[in-house]
């Protein structure tokens, strides 16, 4: 469910995520329009395009599943993050519009998820393999399809938090069906990305090689993040396993609904949660998200002098 | 004695990589005049045409329009409007969603204002036949109508000089007699690049032959096309019908 | 999916095509926005709010057969997606299904997630079956979308067919060579061809961009419609929304 559908997503949620993510594609339109040259609209237009016209191939995965393209890393490894991320936003509003393909009232969301997530998110990742593997073509493959693979799987938790947060799943189903259902895809993403920026860079290697390879002082910096990753990973795994009340319960703390039983109609979760919670939830959440990635991705782009 | 209209001296293009593509290149065209530039695929009509107005630049000599050299000065913006470009591929020049607004386009950079720019372009598209269509997509047209809206983006902005690049790729013969009655009519000075020697036989009165990225041959058209040696020596055909 | 369908609607003389289009995609906006954030369980809100969808459906002579048909491919993925609401939500169990339950507050879930989706989902139905995109990327435009996402989006418009077109071409080459069978064959075989259409897809902007360019194209792309308000359609447009606040604002009370 990578493009959420309208009725899942609750009235906090809507408006936080559609805050969040018009602050985030503000400073993109700056900062693209900063770096815009000459020949930029037309290989927007081009990427837009091809976006779409990716989403309808559906690739097959076996066992009788497919799933198409999201695009994320393809998308930002070759235009950059910032238009990368308004490309991707062009996509999820005009889907939403024009195919019904994700929710109008869900753009905010699926903007975030997408575009933020998916191709600012991925690009960071995409940035900091490459940091850690270096130059060359078969190199930056490796490195988009890293990207391609962690990217699917942040979009997938980011759904997922946010049907937990509207109080639609409890937030352990969510992760686990949701989360799960996005690291089958994140396989087919990955191979996909490197399938497609392979080719590219054989073709046209001044198009893909846009992002440069960080210097090695970024690359501390990569191990770094990519340790604490992972460590985060092992923790909250382990947590989580061991305690899967733990999670629900800290958000029922915050006033995000959880999995406690809705009980009889009348008690709907959203009359008892107290006044002001689930939104402050969501503002906490905007906060997080967009300080994240906003300082992610200016570490991940050093001054660079030329571009 | 006044200056040509187009002047091309000593004109040379190689491409980045390094494939040489023109090579001393020379050429003048007078006001009214109609220039068929021959040659088989790869010869340079195309890279030919696109220095006409800047869009390439050369890697030796030069182009002058009305006496102005083409280069990046203040100047290119008006030699754009002066010289139309029609491309091989009229889906190239038809990007916008609505015909209206691609014929409108060139207007509106000029500076016109969106009203005036509408009432040109709703002008031109009667004129061309093509009233009636403006709210149309280009993939909702035929061929032959893509093709004459195509030549109604650049004719909106009143060029002197008219460059096509092999207009009747995608013509039939009915197709093909519409768009030379149309630019006879017209008058605008003319310079298509074909390896169609009928269009140029009905259209043009001049004919260069360029090959290997070379002026061969520049002579009277009939002259040129009499010489059946010539036209199989750089692979032309004699027009059909003879 | 199919894309072809998209401005083949000829638009049908009526009071809602004569808004701007501005009005309808706020309009629309609104009452998508507003259905779909009802808090669990506001029934007759939602209840209002899709009559007030069907109003406008008659309003704008929009066969409703057609509406329902178009709606039918989106509902039925909210319906794959929303099913598991009937087993993930805790309480009391009305079907046991060996290792599931179906819960009560599950199908309350279940049903008023697929409500507020199927008024929403009408409203943006509505929309584009009354608008053609080249209105709806003027209507983007008048809210002040960033210019880059709206100039790429005109430019893709077009472009989109022209790969659609390719693709279709590519696979039929590829077909008729036999390619394809089987499901490692068929990943191959649609990763090269999707690699194709990109390459071919920044081709075509280039010359795109150059002939652009050759007619004067400096950064910016100008507009060229103009739309009328009349004071009834501002009427009509803050009433909509006035009755979309209300009935939020009901909901909640």
């Known amino acids: 469910m990578a493009h959420i559908p309208d009725g899942f997503l609750s009235a906090p949620v809507v408006a936080g995520t559609a805050a969040a993510a018009a602050a985030v594609l503000a400073l993109a339109a700056q900062r693209s329009r900063q770096r815009l040259e000459e020949r930029e609209a037309p290989v927007l237009g081009a990427a837009t395009a091809f976006v779409f016209a990716a989403q309808m191939l559906n690739f097959p995965l076996g066992a009788g599943t497919s799933a198409h393209l999201l695009g994320g890393v393809l998308v930002t490894a070759v235009v950059g993050p910032w238009s990368g991320m308004l490309v991707l936003f062009a996509v999820v509003l005009v889907q939403a519009l024009l195919f019904q393909d994700g929710g109008i009232a869900a753009v905010g969301a699926n903007t975030l998820n997408l575009a933020v997530c998916g191709g600012g998110g991925g690009f960071v990742l995409y940035k900091l393999s490459l940091g850690l593997v270096g130059e060359g073509r078969r190199r930056r493959v490796g490195a988009a399809a890293v990207a391609a693979f962690g990217s699917t799987l942040l979009v997938g938790c980011a759904v997922a938090a946010e049907l937990a947060l509207s109080g639609t799943v409890p937030l352990m189903p969510a992760l686990v069906i949701v989360g799960g259902a996005h690291g089958i895809v994140a396989v087919g993403e990955a191979a996909l990305t490197a399938a497609i920026l392979g080719a590219l860079l054989r073709a046209r290697p001044d198009l893909a090689a846009a992002v440069a390879v960080p210097p090695r002082a970024t690359r501390r910096w990569g191990y770094g993040v990519l340790a604490l990753a992972v460590g985060l990973a092992v923790v909250a795994t382990g947590v989580a396993s061991s305690r899967p009340d733990v999670l629900t319960a800290a958000l029922d703390r915050l006033g995000a609904v959880g999995g406690e039983p809705a009980g009889t109609a009348g008690s709907l979760p959203n009359s008892r949660s107290p006044i002001g919670g689930p939104w402050v939830a969501a503002a906490v959440g905007v906060l997080i998200t967009f300080a994240l990635v906003w300082g992610a991705v200016r570490l991940a782009r050093p001054r660079r002098s030329r571009s | ?242 | 999916m199919s894309f072809h369908h998209l401005d083949q609607f000829a638009t049908v003389p009526s009071p809602v095509t004569a808004m701007p289009p501005v009005a309808r995609l706020v309009g629309a906006t609104s009452v998508a926005v507003g259905a779909a954030t009802l808090p669990l369980g506001a029934w007759p809100a939602a209840a209002a709010l899709g009559a007030l969808v069907a109003a406008m459906t008659l309003l704008a002579r929009v066969p409703v057969p057609l509406l329902l048909r178009r709606m039918s491919g989106p509902l039925a993925f909210v319906l794959l997606a929303s099913a598991g609401l009937l087993v993930f939500v805790p309480g009391d169990p009305v079907l046991d299904l060996g290792w599931v339950a179906v819960t009560r507050p599950g199908v309350e879930r279940f049903g008023f997630v697929l409500a507020r989706a199927v008024v929403a989902l009408s409203a943006a139905v509505l929309l584009v079956t009354t608008t053609e995109f080249p209105d709806l990327l003027d209507a983007l435009r008048r809210l002040r979308l960033p210019r880059v996402v709206t100039t790429a989006l005109s430019l893709a418009y077009r472009l989109l067919y022209l790969l659609m077109e390719e693709l279709e071409r590519l696979l039929r080459a590829a077909r008729s060579r036999n390619a394809g069978a089987g499901a490692a064959s068929r990943r191959r075989l649609a990763a090269g061809v999707a690699a194709a259409v990109l390459q071919r897809a920044f081709a075509r902007a280039e010359r795109t961009h150059r002939a652009m360019l050759a007619r004067g194209y400096q950064g910016e792309l100008a507009t060229l419609t103009e739309w009328r308000w009349r004071a009834w359609m501002v009427a009509a447009l803050a009433t909509l929304l006035g009755l979309v606040l209300v009935t939020a604002v009901l909901a909640r009370g």
């Open chain 2, 1 to 242: 004695m006044t200056a040509p209209l187009v002047e091309i001296r000593e004109l040379g293009f190689h491409y980045p990589d390094g494939t040489p593509a023109l090579d001393g290149v020379s050429l003048a065209v007078a006001r009214g005049e109609r220039v068929a530039v021959l040659g088989p695929t790869g010869s340079g009509k195309s890279t030919l045409l696109q220095h006409l107005n800047g869009l390439l630049r050369p890697t030796a000599g030069g182009v002058w329009i009305e006496g102005v050299t083409v280069d990046a000065g203040p100047g290119l913006s008006d030699i754009r409007r002066k010289v139309g470009l029609v491309f091989q591929d009229p889906n190239d020049q038809l990007f916008l969603p609505t015909l209206m607004e691609d014929v409108a386009f060139g207007p509106l950079n000029d500076g016109v204002g969106p009203v005036d720019a509408a009432a040109r372009a709703t002008a031109m598209l009667r004129e061309l036949g093509l009233d009636g269509v403006g709210a149309r997509a280009a993939h909702h047209l035929s061929g032959g109508e893509r093709r004459l809206a195509a030549l109604a983006t650049v004719l909106v902005s009143r060029p002197v000089v008219l460059a096509l690049d092999e207009p009747t790729g995608d013509l039939d013969a009915r197709g093909r007699m519409r768009l030379v009655d149309l630019l006879r009519a017209r008058g605008e000075t003319l310079l298509v690049a074909t390896h169609d020697l009928t269009l140029a036989r009905a259209l043009c009165g001049r004919g260069v032959v360029l090959y290997g990225g070379r002026v061969v041959a520049d002579r009277e058209l009939g002259a040129l096309l009499a010489d059946r040696a010539l036209l199989e020596r750089y692979g032309l055909e004699s027009p059909s019908g003879e």
